[in-house]
């Protein structure tokens, strides 16, 4: 109950703070506050807007356009001519097949450290329980990487089915 109360005055409080006192004292220190201060100014604030002005969209009062396949917004976005996208292309590819290699390696590795780590009991590990939470984390980046691998294949094979033919 209290902690909606205080919400309550919070929102209330916050609703009718649109009054901000600026003060400035003999050493040039600048200080504002919600609450009047002696010699302070107050200024008014007016809300916030959320769009800039280059974002409002403005009504248009003349008719759409002929052509339904061009997109209301498209002179914001720049265009790439098709040599240049399949360049993009070629290199995105390049460099998630080469995330794929480091990822199916480090795979490798991770498998080979659970394999060693599931056969071996080290000395600390008096109690099971830690030899069995050092084979949990062991597992865990196994399929880790597992999931990495698979994302990244799945990746590959949209690259691949969005390629230009």
Not at 79 to 101: C, F, H, M
Not at 103 to 117: F, I, S, V
Not at 136 to 146: A, D, G, K, P, S
């Amino acid at each position: 109950m209290k902690t909606m109360l205080f919400c309550l005055l919070l929102a209330s409080s916050l609703a009718q703070a649109q009054t901000i006192y600026k003060y400035v004292d003999p050493s040039g220190h600048v200080t504002f506050s919600n609450t009047p201060m002696k010699g302070g100014a107050p200024i008014k604030l007016s809300p916030l807007s959320t769009y800039s002005s280059s974002d409002e969209v403005k009504p248009s009062s003349s008719a759409p356009s002929s052509s339904p396949s061009t997109p209301p917004f498209s002179s914001r976005y720049p265009n790439v001519d098709s040599a240049t996208q399949q360049q993009r292309d070629n290199g995105r590819r390049k460099i998630l097949e080469q995330e794929l290699a480091n990822e199916q390696k480090a795979l490798t590795e991770a498998q080979k450290a659970l394999a060693e780590g599931r056969a071996t009991r080290l000395g600390n590990e008096r109690n099971y329980q830690k030899y069995l939470d050092r084979v949990q984390q062991l597992q865990e980046q196994v399929t880790e990487h597992q999931k990495n691998v698979e994302a990244l294949r799945r990746e590959l094979g949209q690259a691949a089915s969005n390629a230009p033919k």
